[in-house]
């Protein structure tokens, strides 16, 4: 991590040059505050937040956007503890939990500066759970019928590590009656038939090209429509 006085923000991206900006991405940006650094005696920097503030996170709430300077940034939800954490202090991912930060996404991008206020607008754009459980349900519900999404975009849309992979075939599972699971496919476009034996023929009534099990380019849901963020999508207080 390197310090800096200004930060250029890039709309659905992130912080411009930095290697983790991603569209799509909920964990554009991480916000974390002095107070937590001074209860766990750490030193700036060492949580990799992008951005410190000056007082408590606390008012923060998932979806209503915030001004940084020029930019609008959504909270999307609260970073978890993981296993780096255990590395810093031991035991300090459990001391730790609830206050590692906030995670964002760049809804107006512009520059931000050592000194600018965190101002709260009265945007609303849709809340996201600290459950990757939660996320999973409303991501897949939100799948378009005629497009489809692969395991490599959900881990990006979830915000979760690539580890989170070995998860994906049990929810997928659980939640086959409730969810239009068939739209999702493997990383590479291939089918899930192992653990959705009709999911050709699912995909086929939508209107998805499949070839030789695997499904097109042009059927894969952008990243840019992951999360909403602009005011159609969302409501005013």
Not at 19 to 43: C, H
Not at 111 to 123: C, E, F, K, R, Y
Not at 126 to 155: M, W, Y
Not at 205 to 220: A, H, L, P, T
Request: aromatic letters at 6%.
């Amino acid at each position: 991590m390197v310090e800096r006085q200004r930060l250029d923000l890039v709309q659905e991206l992130g912080i411009q040059a930095d290697k983790n900006a991603r569209i799509g991405s909920p964990r554009q940006v991480l916000m974390v505050d002095m107070s937590t650094l001074e209860t766990f005696d750490l030193q700036p920097g060492v949580l990799q937040e992008n951005i410190l503030l000056e007082g408590v996170l606390e008012p923060f709430r998932s979806g209503q956007v915030v001004q940084i300077g020029e930019a609008l940034i959504r909270p999307t939800f609260l970073c978890e503890p993981c296993d780096y954490i255990e590395t810093l202090q031991k035991g300090l991912a459990k001391r730790i939990l609830g206050r590692r930060g906030w995670l964002g996404m760049v809804v107006k991008g512009g520059a931000i500066a050592v000194g600018d206020p965190v101002l709260p607008t009265s945007m609303q754009l849709p809340v996201l759970s600290d459950d990757t459980r939660i996320r999973f349900h409303e991501f897949v519900a939100r799948i378009p019928s005629g497009k489809v999404a692969t395991t490599a975009d959900l881990v990006l849309a979830l915000g979760v590590a690539k580890a989170y992979y070995r998860s994906f075939p049990s929810l997928i599972k659980k939640t086959a009656a409730s969810l239009p699971v068939h739209r999702l496919v493997a990383i590479d476009g291939s089918l899930l038939t192992r653990h959705i034996p009709q999911q050709a023929d699912l995909l086929a009534k939508e209107g998805v090209q499949v070839i030789s099990n695997q499904i097109s380019d042009r059927d894969r849901w952008h990243p840019q429509y992951f999360h909403p963020l602009n005011e159609k999508a969302g409501q005013h207080l």
